[in-house]
């Protein structure tokens, strides 16, 4: 089929497109009832962040989803955003917008694709299943030409998958190489299982750590679906506003967005609380996929030794092995959690630049980053906390 049968509109809200015709494409499996492989994806979490109004006016994320239909049928979308800085996008290119300044250029606004907030790796060119190549092909196109037609510097697709990168490569995107820690479910019957398969110092640490942490004065709890109870995400609010204002000036979310959550996240959520003396004083946040569970949110009214390490990571762990989850993406940054069992895992952007020659140099340094990124990750999977052996097996 032609691109000329295929039309692509822009609109800014996701009400004009339709929760069915989204999660159509966004998450297929949903259809007979399965959990979305992505939850970040899902109608009901973009709806979240637009009607809580942590997207949109005001906040440097106003929405322009792409929609791709063939004879009115929607075949592809994608959750596109004009940006007017770079902040919440965990890919950083401040410096790309400064060197493009300084040589006369503008920089923002620009366009990204993504999730917003959210370093959580999944499809960013949402097509149905019979529609891939044709789908994102149009997706691809659509957003590059109207990022030359209105005269943008450039476009960047964040935390999409390494199949989108082959196919978007072939269409003239370039793609940027990084890094984060993943823990990796290796089929273990319980946490004492993923113990056996660490150094004996390392285990010893662990344990330790695990000890001092739950000997904090209170109980520890995670709950999910309708377990989560509204005076939770009273408390956990208070956690992310003290996270929020010390990372990143000020929250990414609004206090709406837990609302939401509340109404028609629960399912996907599972939320890890600390209670000492009839009070919740830690937290944290987790959203549950098919094969993942991905770590977002950690905040904290009292500081107690290792219960960030206990609720964030380990916590983590032992709800992916109940419930027979594959892996744990635990966000961005850290190299902390190579020592809890957390190895380095590629992640993948896509960028396209509309000055020829700023794009010969983002060339250039995407190249040099990639290597660089590569030896990263084998030095520090040597440094892992695994047996020698088990590091060759997952090799």
């Known amino acids: 089929m032609s691109a000329q ?6 609109v800014p809200e996701l009400a004009q497109i339709g929760q069915e015709d989204w999660d159509a494409c966004a998450c297929p499996e949903t259809a007979d009832g399965a959990r979305p492989r992505d939850p970040f994806t899902t109608y009901r979490f973009l709806s979240a962040l637009e009607r809580s109004g942590s997207v949109g006016p005001g906040t440097g994320w106003q929405p322009q989803y792409l929609v791709a239909r063939i004879a009115g049928q929607v075949i592809a979308v994608a959750p596109m955003y004009a940006k007017s800085h770079s902040q919440g996008e965990y ?26 907030h959210t370093p959580a790796t999944g499809r960013r060119f949402l097509v149905r299943p019979e529609f891939e190549e044709t789908g994102t092909a149009a997706l691809v196109q659509g957003a590059v030409q109207l990022t030359d037609n209105n005269a943008l510097s450039s476009l960047h697709v964040t935390f999409c998958t390494e199949q989108e990168v082959a196919r978007a490569e072939a ?29 004996s110092r390392k285990r010893k640490n662990i344990r330790k750590e695990r000890a001092q942490a739950q000997d904090f004065g209170g109980t520890i709890h995670t709950f999910t679906g309708d377990q989560i109870e509204p005076e939770h995400w009273d408390a956990f609010w208070q956690f992310y506003q003290d996270t929020g204002a010390r990372k990143w000036g000020s929250p990414y979310l609004t206090r709406e967005f837990f609302d939401h959550a509340q109404e028609n996240l629960r399912d996907d959520i599972a939320l890890v609380l600390a209670e000492r003396d009839g009070r919740w004083v830690a937290g944290a946040l987790n959203f549950i996929g098919a094969e993942t569970l991905f770590g977002r949110y950690w905040g904290c009214t009292e500081h107690h030794p290792f219960l960030h390490f206990e609720l964030c990571y380990y916590r983590a762990m032992e ?28 992640t993948w952007s896509l960028h396209w630049m509309r000055d020829p020659g700023f794009a010969s140099a983002v060339g250039e340094y995407l190249q040099a980053e990639r ?20 590091i060759e097996e997952q090799e």
């Open 5 to 10: 049968e295929i039309e692509i509109t822009v």
């Open 91 to 116: 890919i950083f290119d401040h410096n790309w917008a400064h060197a493009y300044e300084r040589a006369g250029g503008r920089y923002y606004p620009k366009l990204q694709i993504a999730v917003p």
């Open 171 to 199: 269409l003239g995107l370039m793609s940027r190489k990084s890094q984060q820690f993943h823990w990796h479910n290796r089929d273990y019957a319980d946490f004492d299982g993923f113990l056996a398969s660490l150094s």
């Open 319 to 346: 709800f992916a092995i109940a419930h027979g989850l594959s892996r744990v993406e635990a966000g961005a940054q850290g190299e902390h959690k190579l020592a809890r069992g957390y190895l380095p895992s590629p």
């Open 371 to 390: 290597d660089a990124v590569d030896e990263e990750i084998s030095v520090l999977t040597d440094y892992g906390p695994f047996k020698k052996t088990t």
